[in-house]
C-alpha cells in the first residue's frame, strides 16, 4: 500500500503532465484516432522543453512527432524549418504541409527552388540548413525548432557530413526533431545528441504498426516462411508477432528436390496464360489476402497459382506436392526463381497487390516491364485505363514529340495502364513522379524498383517482393544486411491502409531458407559516421572562430564520439592479439636452422617479383606513348582494354598535351572517344587503314554514323576479341623474371638454406604465417587506436597547413591573446561559397583563370566535369569540338594533378580529377539541342542526364558572385535550365 507521500507525488506528477501537455492535447484533435505511445511520448518532452530522437520503423507514424514540433513552433511564435535528404521529399512535405496549414504559411527551399523562404515555416534540404548557417543568414532569427526527417542519412558517405555540421552548429536555444529508422545503437546516437545539443530524449520503438507475415516464392507457389509448431503461418513482426515460430519445413523439402526442367523452363506455357485479363484477386478488399483464420489453412499448404486467372486457393488437406508441382523449376538440377509476370500473377491470385518488387539494378527494372507487356499481362480494369490515361495526357503533355523516343514514352504508356510500371534514377523524375501517384492512387499495382524507392517516398505497398538478397554496393556484390533488409520490408503494409503486410522474397539457386528466416529477423542496423572536415567547411569555421574553437567543434562530431568509444574495445583487442602472437611465435621453430630467415628470404623474392613487374608495366607504358605519337589519321586500332576497349579508328593525334599523346578516336558505335597512355595497359595494334571524311564534317552525327559503319564493315573478318589481336601483333613487354641476376641470387639463398630440407617445413611454414598475420592485424589495431585519438582534429591540421600552402589561409595580424590565428584570406573567402565535393579544385580553377574566356556552353560543359562523377569505368569522354573548352578541361586536370601531389604530400585523401565523360552531351544541350539529339550516340539515361544538369546548375549559381565569371555563369544558367530541365526544376 502506498504511502500519503508518493500518492501525493504522483498526484503532483500528474498535474504538472496536464499542464504541458496543453498543445499536445490541441493537436492530437486533429486525429481520429489515439496516438501511439512512443508518439505521445516525444510530443511530451517536445512540449517540457526538450530535444527528441524518435527512432521507430517505416510507416510507424514518426512524421506525426514532426508535424506536433510545427504545431508547437507556430503556437508559441515561433519559426520552424523541415529538412529532408533530397529534394523529392522536400517537395512531399511541402505540399502536405500546404494542405494542413495553408500556403501563405509554408516556404520551400531547394539548391534551386525559393518560394516564401520567410515564412513561419520553410521545408528545406539539409544542404540549405547548412549553408544559411554558415553564412549566418537573418532567416534564422526566431528559429525555434528544427526537425530533422530520415537523420539516419547522416552516414551517407557523400552527404552525411551535413547534417553533423547543422547539428552541431545550429543555436543552443533550438529544438532539435531528429527521426530515424530504428538502428541499432539509437542510445550511442541520442548520447552524442544530449552531449552536443543539451537534453535529449530518446524514443524508441521497434514495434511495427501493422503485422508482417513473411513468405518464399518456389516457383508457382506462395510458402510461408515462419510457421508455429503445429504448422500455422505466423506474424513475424509487429501485432500478434509469435516468438515461438519456426522456418516452415515445406520450404526446405521442395528446395530440395532436384529435378528435371518442366515445360515453363523452355517450353510452350499454358494457352491461357498469354492475354489474361484479369485476377481472382483484383476486387478484394485491402488487407482480406491469403491469411485466412488458422483452422483454415496450415502454413504448409501451398497457395498455387492457376496460371488463368480462374479459381485458385491454398492447399487443402492433401499432402503439399502430391500434384503437379510448378517449383520443380530447375536447369540443371539448381533452383530456378519464378519468372517475373508470374510472380505478378501469384501475387495478384492471392490479393497481394499492390506490390513492390526490388530489382537491384536499373536494367533489371526495365527489363521487368518488358517481360510483362510481352506476356500480356494486364492488371488494370476499364475504368482504372481511362484514370491512368487522363494523369499522362495532363502530366506528359509537355514534353515534346522528338523527346518521346529518347524517354520511351510509348512503352512507358502501354505498361503504365496495364498498371505496373519501373521506379529508378535513370529515369526522368517527372516519370517516376507520374509512377508514385498513380500507384498511391491504387491504379498503379506493381512497381518494380531500385532500392532508392526506400527512401522515405510515400508510396503505399501490401506486398514487398525482393527478388536477390544480394545486390551491388558500388564496390561489388553483397549480401543485403538485415538493417537494408528491413528498410526494404518496411514498405509492405502502410498504416492506415493496410491491416497486414506481406515480405515476400524469391527463392533461387542456393537458396538458404535459415538464413533467410535470420535475415528477417535480426534487427542490426548501426549508424556510423561519415563525417570528414572538407575545406569548405574549413575556411567557414576559421572565419566565425579561431583554431582552438574549431578545433573543439570537429571533435564534437558523432563520428570522434564513436572513435572515442571504439578505442576502449580496440584496446582489449590489442591485448588479446598480443598474446595470441606470443603463442604463435613460440611455435615457429625449426631443428634444421632459423625459421625467421627462411620466410624473410621469401618475403624478399615476393618484393623482387612484385618490382619486376613494375618495372615491365612502366616498360609498357613508354611503349604505348610512343606507339600514340606514332599513330596517324585514318589508321584502324586493336585497343587492349582497360578503359578502352574494342576497335575504332584515329581521328587525330595531338602530341603536345600535357600528359599525351592524345589520340581522337571513333569507336564502332560512331562515338567520339580519347586516348592517353594510361587508359590502357598495353600499347594498341594497327590493324588496318580506313579513309575518312573532312575533320569538320565529323561535328555530323551522320557523318559519324556512316563512317561507323564503314569501319565496322572493314573490320569484317576480324577477330570479335580486340584484345586477342593486341596480343598477336604488339602484346606486351617480355618478363625480366628469367634473367634478372637479384631474383635468381634471393632463388638459390632459398634453395640452400637448411630450412629448405625439413620434413615438417610446410607445417612449419603455416605456424609463420599464422604469427605474421596476427603481429600485422596487432600492427593495424595499434594504428587505428593511435589514429583515432583526436584523428578528427589532426585531419583539421593537415588540412589548414594545405589551405595556408595554397594562399586559402593566412596568419591573422596581429597575432590574438593565444598565439598565431590563422584567417581566410579573399581566395578562401571565395571557397567559402563553393559547396562541392571538389571545392579545393574549383576553387583553384578560379584563382588561377583556368575557366576564363569560355562561353556559356563552354562554362556548362566545364563544370559538367567538375560535378560529374562516373557510374562505370568504362564511359570514355567524348571530344568536344571547342579548342577553348578542351584547353579549359586541360588545365583543370593540370590543376587537379597538382592538388592531388599537395594533398599527398600533406597526408590527405587526394581530389578526384574533374570527369568529363558526359560534357559533350551538356555542351550540346546549352548549345540548344533538344534532348534526344544531345543524348544522341550515347547511353545515359535521361533521369541521370537531367539531374546531372541540377548539379550543373547549382554549381554555374554558386559562381554568378565571382566578379568575373558571373555573368558567363548566368548565361549558362539560362541555356542549361530550360526544356525538359527547366520542367523538372519548376514543378
Not at 596 to 601: D, M, N, S
Not at 708 to 737: K, M, W, Y
Request: include cysteine; glycine fraction near 10%; charged fraction near 30%.
Amino acid at each position: 500500500m502506498t504511502s500519503p507521500a508518493d500518492r501525493y507525488a504522483r498526484w503532483q506528477a500528474e498535474v504538472q503532465q496536464e499542464r504541458t501537455s496543453v498543445e499536445l492535447t490541441a493537436f492530437t484533435a486533429r486525429y481520429p484516432f489515439t496516438l501511439d505511445d512512443f508518439q505521445l511520448a516525444a510530443g511530451r518532452a517536445l512540449e517540457g522543453g526538450s530535444s527528441v530522437l524518435v527512432a521507430a520503423p517505416t510507416g510507424a507514424g514518426k512524421t506525426v512527432v514532426g508535424e506536433f514540433a510545427v504545431h508547437l513552433a507556430l503556437a508559441r511564435g515561433h519559426k520552424v524549418f523541415y529538412t529532408a535528404p533530397i529534394k523529392a521529399l522536400s517537395n512531399q512535405k511541402f505540399g502536405e504541409l500546404v494542405d494542413w496549414l495553408g500556403a501563405d504559411r509554408v516556404g520551400l527551399l531547394t539548391g534551386d527552388t525559393s518560394i516564401r523562404p520567410d515564412a513561419e515555416v520553410v521545408v528545406m534540404t539539409t544542404e540549405v540548413l547548412r549553408n544559411m548557417l554558415y553564412a549566418d543568414s537573418d532567416l534564422l532569427v526566431g528559429l525555434g525548432f528544427v526537425v530533422m526527417d530520415e537523420v539516419h542519412y547522416l552516414a551517407d558517405r557523400m552527404r552525411g557530413p551535413v547534417w553533423e555540421e547543422v547539428i552541431i552548429h545550429l543555436h543552443d536555444s533550438v529544438r532539435l526533431v531528429s527521426l530515424s529508422a530504428t538502428v541499432s545503437n539509437a542510445e550511442e546516437f541520442g548520447a552524442w545528441l544530449q552531449e552536443v545539443r543539451g537534453s535529449t530524449e530518446i524514443i524508441v520503438s521497434e514495434t511495427r504498426p501493422v503485422p508482417l507475415w513473411q513468405h518464399v516464392v518456389v516457383g508457382d507457389e506462395l510458402l510461408d516462411l515462419f510457421v508455429d509448431a503445429h504448422g500455422e503461418a505466423v506474424v513475424s513482426q509487429g501485432p500478434g508477432a509469435r516468438a515461438d515460430r519456426r522456418v516452415n519445413p515445406e520450404i526446405e523439402r521442395v528446395t530440395s528436390f532436384s529435378l528435371p526442367v518442366d515445360e515453363r523452363s523452355g517450353g510452350a506455357r499454358d494457352s491461357g496464360y498469354r492475354g489474361r485479363k484479369g485476377t481472382g484477386g483484383r476486387h478484394r478488399p485491402r488487407g482480406s489476402g491469403q491469411h485466412r483464420p488458422p483452422h483454415q489453412r496450415k502454413g504448409r499448404g501451398p497457395y498455387r497459382s492457376s496460371g488463368h486467372g480462374g479459381d485458385s486457393g491454398w492447399g487443402g488437406g492433401g499432402r503439399p506436392g502430391s500434384g503437379p508441382h510448378r517449383h520443380e523449376d530447375r536447369a540443371g538440377g539448381a533452383l530456378r526463381p519464378a519468372r517475373r509476370p508470374d510472380v505478378v500473377e501469384l501475387l495478384d491470385d492471392a490479393a497481394l497487390l499492390p506490390a513492390i518488387m526490388f530489382i537491384f539494378s536499373r536494367a533489371g527494372c526495365d527489363g521487368a516491364v518488358q517481360q510483362c507487356t510481352r506476356a500480356r499481362l494486364r492488371l488494370t480494369d476499364d475504368r482504372e485505363r481511362r484514370e491512368i490515361r487522363a494523369v499522362l495526357d495532363e502530366q506528359l503533355g509537355g514534353i515534346g514529340v522528338e523527346d518521346e523516343e529518347v524517354l520511351s514514352l510509348d512503352t512507358f504508356r502501354r505498361a503504365a495502364l496495364d498498371g505496373f510500371a519501373a521506379h529508378h534514377a535513370g529515369m526522368l523524375p517527372l516519370l517516376k513522379s507520374v509512377v508514385e501517384a498513380l500507384f498511391a492512387r491504387g491504379l498503379i499495382k506493381v512497381v518494380f524498383a531500385t532500392e532508392t524507392l526506400a527512401l522515405g517516398i510515400n508510396m503505399p505497398a501490401r506486398s514487398v517482393v525482393l527478388e536477390k538478397l544480394v545486390k551491388f554496393n558500388g564496390v561489388d556484390h553483397a549480401d543485403l544486411t538485415p538493417g537494408e533488409f528491413t528498410q526494404l520490408t518496411g514498405r509492405a503494409g502502410r498504416r492506415g491502409i493496410d491491416t497486414e503486410g506481406h515480405a515476400v522474397v524469391l527463392a533461387g539457386p542456393r537458396f538458404d531458407a535459415p538464413a533467410v528466416a535470420s535475415l528477417a529477423s535480426k534487427r542490426t542496423y548501426p549508424l556510423r559516421s561519415a563525417f570528414r572536415p572538407t575545406p569548405n567547411m574549413a575556411v567557414n569555421l576559421l572565419d566565425r572562430f579561431d583554431l582552438s574553437r574549431a578545433r573543439e567543434t570537429l571533435e564534437t562530431s558523432f563520428a570522434q564520439f564513436q572513435a572515442d568509444r571504439s578505442v576502449v574495445g580496440l584496446a582489449r583487442r590489442a591485448r588479446e592479439l598480443e598474446d595470441t602472437a606470443e603463442d604463435y611465435r613460440a611455435a615457429v621453430t625449426c631443428e634444421r636452422g632459423d625459421l625467421l630467415e627462411y620466410a624473410r628470404i621469401q618475403e624478399a623474392i615476393t618484393d623482387r617479383e612484385k618490382s619486376l613487374s613494375r618495372e615491365r608495366a612502366a616498360r609498357d607504358r613508354d611503349r604505348t606513348r610512343n606507339v600514340l605519337g606514332d599513330l596517324r589519321r585514318g589508321e584502324v586500332i586493336a585497343l587492349p582494354g582497360g578503359k578502352r576497349r574494342g576497335y575504332a579508328v584515329v581521328l587525330e593525334v595531338d602530341r603536345a598535351v600535357l600528359g599525351g599523346p592524345q589520340v581522337d578516336l571513333l569507336d564502332t558505335e560512331g562515338r567520339r572517344r580519347s586516348l592517353r597512355p594510361g587508359d590502357v595497359p598495353s600499347p594498341p595494334a594497327v590493324i588496318d587503314t580506313l579513309r575518312l571524311p573532312r575533320q569538320d564534317s565529323l561535328g555530323s552525327g551522320r557523318v559519324r554514323k556512316d563512317t561507323a559503319a564503314a569501319l565496322r564493315q572493314r573490320l569484317a573478318g576480324q577477330d570479335d576479341d580486340a584484345r586477342a589481336e593486341v596480343r598477336r601483333r604488339a602484346g606486351r613487354s617480355p618478363s625480366t623474371a628469367a634473367t634478372d641476376e637479384q631474383l635468381l641470387a634471393l632463388r638459390e639463398q632459398l634453395a640452400a638454406h637448411p630450412c629448405t630440407a625439413c620434413p615438417d617445413l610446410e607445417s612449419h611454414l603455416r605456424w609463420m604465417g599464422r604469427w605474421r598475420k596476427s603481429r600485422a592485424e596487432l600492427e593495424g589495431v595499434q594504428r587505428r587506436i593511435r589514429g583515432r585519438t583526436s584523428s578528427l582534429a589532426r585531419q583539421f591540421d593537415r588540412l589548414t597547413d594545405l589551405l595556408s600552402e595554397l594562399g586559402y589561409l593566412a596568419p591573422e595580424v596581429p597575432a590574438g591573446p593565444a598565439g598565431e590565428e590563422l584567417r581566410p584570406t579573399a581566395s578562401g573567402l571565395r571557397l567559402r561559397r563553393l559547396f562541392s565535393d571538389r571545392d579545393l579544385l574549383i576553387a583553384q580553377c578560379l584563382e588561377h583563370g583556368a575557366w576564363r574566356g569560355l562561353d556559356p556552353a563552354g562554362l556548362a560543359a566545364v563544370v559538367s566535369a567538375a560535378v560529374h562523377e562516373t557510374r562505370r569505368d568504362d564511359r570514355a569522354p567524348e571530344l568536344i569540338p571547342d579548342p577553348a573548352v578542351d584547353a579549359a578541361l586541360a588545365a583543370s586536370m593540370r590543376l587537379a594533378a597538382a592538388l592531388q601531389s599537395a594533398e599527398a604530400r600533406h597526408g590527405l585523401t587526394p581530389t578526384t580529377a574533374p570527369d568529363p565523360a558526359i560534357a559533350a552531351i551538356v555542351h550540346r544541350w546549352a548549345r540548344g539541342a533538344h534532348l534526344a539529339a544531345a543524348l544522341e550516340g550515347n547511353d545515359l539515361p535521361p533521369g541521370d542526364f537531367v539531374r546531372h544538369c541540377r548539379q550543373v546548375i547549382d554549381l554555374l549559381d554558386q559562381l554568378t558572385a565571382d566578379e568575373e565569371l558571373g555573368p558567363v555563369a548566368r548565361q549558362s544558367i539560362r541555356a542549361v535550365r530550360r526544356g525538359l530541365v527547366a520542367q523538372e526544376i519548376d514543378r
